[in-house]
């Protein structure tokens, strides 16, 4: 959009035209762009650099700067930034000549607490303005060769073009620095190899991302089975493939082509182990079976939980597990308790 309503106009005729867009541009910016408007008040309201106050400034800094969330600085000369911008705070309202609390860049590696203590040792910075001269001085820190060019737009000058658009790729590569993490304020540049799949003209997102998902398929079916889908195996889950393990002792199997029987001795003293007795009866195959008696983890009302079935199938005296079996598969599972009743079964 500025492309072609501002960036398209001769130079000389930009800055009138974004003053007089100004409060639409910082509305766009704030909104949609990966590069928000700085000014901003402590109540949350839009503002230019000389209407916010020293602390104001600081803990802008904070919240355009450093990733809250990952618990980091956008970039070290970033945290460098902030701390100058301290360091000349410091200058502005010290009343005695002293050593400056902040002693290191490394005290504000994490910084809330550390800037909040600097900014409550001078009260006044929390209603003085910014003078001229430290505006200036501001902004020659966001300009200062040798750091990252800071991601945000300070103001509105004749240099507008350099802060909308200098170094302005990286952030797709780091969504969490962008604010509210939105992948919409982002630009993304095509590369020839990407440019070489786009044959269609305002192809939709669903269809370009069908086109990678059925496509990475294909690939795969391909590369290991030559393209014939009879040949993928089927199992029950994705996992890890089960190991072997011994039967526990004491533990008596029957094996028929119809089912499997587990029979638990009847002294307490030779029960196996829990973990033990669930490997055994999840058998050997990657199935439902096994994916219910072995996950610890499970989905339930769209919450994570502890599983239950520890808990519930747990090994009893006596007790008698019948498993039926369908060409190899188990399909449900009986359990009988030491009274010959049955206690449980599900499929």
Known sequence: ELDDTIFSLAREKRLPALMAKKS?????????????????????????????????????LLEVLYITHQSRWIDITMRNLVGDYLLRLEERFSTSERAALLQSFSQISDPFAPVKSILDAYPECYTQLLTTEDVQFFINLCLRPGQKPVPFIPLMDKDFHIWFKKDSLWQSEDVDAVPGQDVGRVCILQGPVAVRYATKANEPVRDILD??????????????????????????????????????????????????????????????????????????????????????IVVQQHQYTSSVVRRVLRPRTGQVVRVALKEGRPQSVEIIDAAGHKALDFA
């Open 211 to 296: 086109g990678i998902y059925h496509g990475q398929i294909a690939a795969l079916l391909e590369q290991y089975y030559g393209g014939d889908e009879s040949k993928v195996p089927i199992v029950g889950y994705l996992g890890n493939a089960p190991a072997l393990r011994a039967i526990p002792a004491h533990v008596c199997v029957e094996h028929t082509e119809s089912e499997r029987v587990y029979t638990l001795p009847k002294s307490k003293a030779q029960l196996p182990e829990a973990d033990a007795w669930l490997e055994t009866l999840a058998g050997t195959e990657s199935n439902w079976l096994r994916a219910l008696l072995i996950t610890p």
């Open 24 to 60: 639409y541009i910082i509305k766009r910016l704030n909104d949609d762009f990966q590069k928000p408007w700085f000014g901003k008040k402590a109540d949350g309201s839009v503002a230019d650099l000389e209407e916010m106050t020293y602390a104001e400034v600081a803990n802008r």
